[in-house]
């Protein structure tokens, strides 16, 4: 299909924008509107974009399933992780305080554990949910 | 200002629906869905929910189409005229419309200042948020560490979601003759 | 005069009304198994409209914290809803997968030609 090419050229060109996109909402949800929803869902759709025009094949090659299908699981870990570490360095269950020299910066740093596992477990879910759409059609 | 550009998005989402309602080409009324998040998320930020207006521009208009389309390849139907009488089901529609307008008449006009909501809680967490946690945005700094659990419980259902439609949907296709004999095939092996 | 003033303070709670009951009609009165998704998903949008319209102070802005800016909306909805919105899309997605299942074990999603299959049985 000769259209094809347009199509190729300007989504390459797209996808490190919006993965760039997807990290700056998430390091930037404490100063503004944002977080680790937001983000792992525009890098999901980062990938899912990539598979819709150049096909799932070359999609799978650039996240594995064996990747994503170990992630999803690794962000609620992250999440309980640090949860037990707050717990073992003196604290209640999630209860950051405890995490750094200082309450205030505890509290920040374990604000930024959170998200993060929050980020890798939204984007993994959405995309497996995406591979198993995709994979019962073939 | 602000009341008249909500009140001109909340019809046409009124108008997006009625289109859905009646809509029977499910390929269009996905397509209305994707409107209907978009139209959602302009009025989320007319009433100042900036991160819920994030969520729900890239969750509703994003990976719900893509689920709903995938879905719907994988089916392929339209839908069919509906076979009993519409009666019914707008009576009891029209009555729990009528119960629910009578529930929400006392609650206070809109965008008033000294509603009961804005005591309690919320004034609190505006306070102190900058004080505690460092975080100028109040609501990310509630979600993850003045409601932190709430969090931890919304990431295990989005976790046990993927697990189910991996659980249902791995493997490949089988046409119902298949489905009943119980025959595998070679995808299904773990 | 006092009907039109209260239907003008209460307009957002209408609107979000007309949405919920047209959320359930879909779910009850249609029978494709898609589009009653759909309906559901209308639902549960509407009532993020219900939560999130008493928290908005006119004049006030978005609740992140600014030396330039003295009221804010209330934040506490807002978190609610998120997680609402997130816990939608899980559910639409399985149940998406359950009428993909559906649909390969009986041939059709209409609600009315599987009741017919089964009531031959």
């Given at each position: 299909?000769?259209?094809d090419?347009?199509?190729?050229v ?7 924008f ?5 990290l ?13 929803f ?20 070359q ?14 699981p ?7 992780g ?17 995490l ?12 930024m ?23 019962r059609?073939? | ?5 909500n009140?001109?998005?909340l ?24 409107i ?11 009433l ?5 207006a ?26 069919q ?15 729990v419309?009528?119960a629910?307008?009578?529930?929400t ?7 008033t ?20 946690t460092?975080v ?17 419980g919304?990431t295990?259902?989005?976790?046990t ?7 249902l ?7 119902s ?5 119980g ?8 | 005069?006092?009907?039109?003033e209260?239907?003008?303070?209460h ?18 009165a ?13 639902f549960?949008?509407?009532?993020y ?24 909306s209330?934040?506490?909805p807002?978190?609610?809803i998120?997680?609402a919105i ?6 639409t ?13 009986y041939?059709?999603?209409e ?11």
């Open positions: 299909m000769k259209l090419v347009i199509l190729r300007v989504v390459k060109l797209m996808l490190p919006m993965l760039l996109f997807a700056y909402v998430q390091f930037h949800g404490e100063l503004g509107p944002g977080g680790g937001q983000a792992g869902v525009i890098a999901a759709g980062m990938v899912i974009l990539y598979a819709l025009i150049f096909g799932i094949r999609a799978k090659r650039l996240v594995p399933q064996r990747l994503v299908e170990a992630m999803v690794l962000g609620v870990l992250i999440y309980l640090t949860g037990i570490v707050a717990m073992l360095l003196g604290g209640n269950y999630l209860d950051y305080s405890t750094a020299h200082d309450s205030r910066h505890g509290q920040e740093y374990g604000i554990a959170v998200e993060l596992g929050v980020l890798i477990t939204v984007s993994s879910s959405m995309l497996a949910i995406f591979y198993a759409f995709v994979e059609g073939r | 200002m602000e009341a008249l550009i009140a001109v998005l019809t046409l989402l009124a108008v997006v629906t009625l289109a859905i309602i009646r809509q029977r080409n499910l390929f269009g009324v996905i397509a209305l869905a994707g209907y998040s978009f139209l959602m998320a302009s009025i989320l930020i007319v100042d929910a900036v991160d819920v994030m969520t729900e521009a890239s969750v509703g208009a994003g990976v719900s189409t893509v689920f709903m389309l995938g879905a719907l390849h994988l089916t392929r139907s339209v839908e005229r509906p076979h009993h009488s519409a009666l019914l089901p707008l009576l009891v529609a029209a009555g419309a009528a629910l307008v009578w529930g008449i006392g609650l206070p006009p809109f965008g200042a000294d509603a009961v909501i804005h005591r309690h809680v919320a004034p609190v967490y505006l306070a102190d948020s900058v004080k505690d460092m100028p945005n109040v609501v990310t700094s509630t979600l993850a560490s003045y409601r932190g659990y709430d969090t931890l919304e295990t259902v989005v976790f979601a993927a697990m189910g439609v991996m659980l949907l791995r493997g490949r296709r089988r046409t003759g298949n489905a009943a004999a025959k595998k095939s070679k995808g299904e092996q773990p | 005069m006092q009907t039109i209260t239907i003008a303070t307009y957002n709670y209408i609107v979000t009304i007309f949405l919920m009951v047209a959320g359930l009609y879909i779910v009850i249609r029978g494709n198994m898609i589009k009653k998704l759909i309906g559901l998903s209308l549960q949008t509407s009532v409209l219900l939560y999130i319209s008493p928290g908005k102070i006119l004049g006030g802005t978005a609740p992140i914290i600014d030396p330039a800016f003295k009221v804010y209330n934040p506490l807002h978190v609610l998120l997680t997130v816990v939608g899309i899980a559910t997605a399985l149940g998406l997968a359950l009428v993909v299942r559906i649909h390969e074990a041939g059709t999603i609600e009315d030609e599987i009741f017919e299959t089964e009531g031959e049985e």
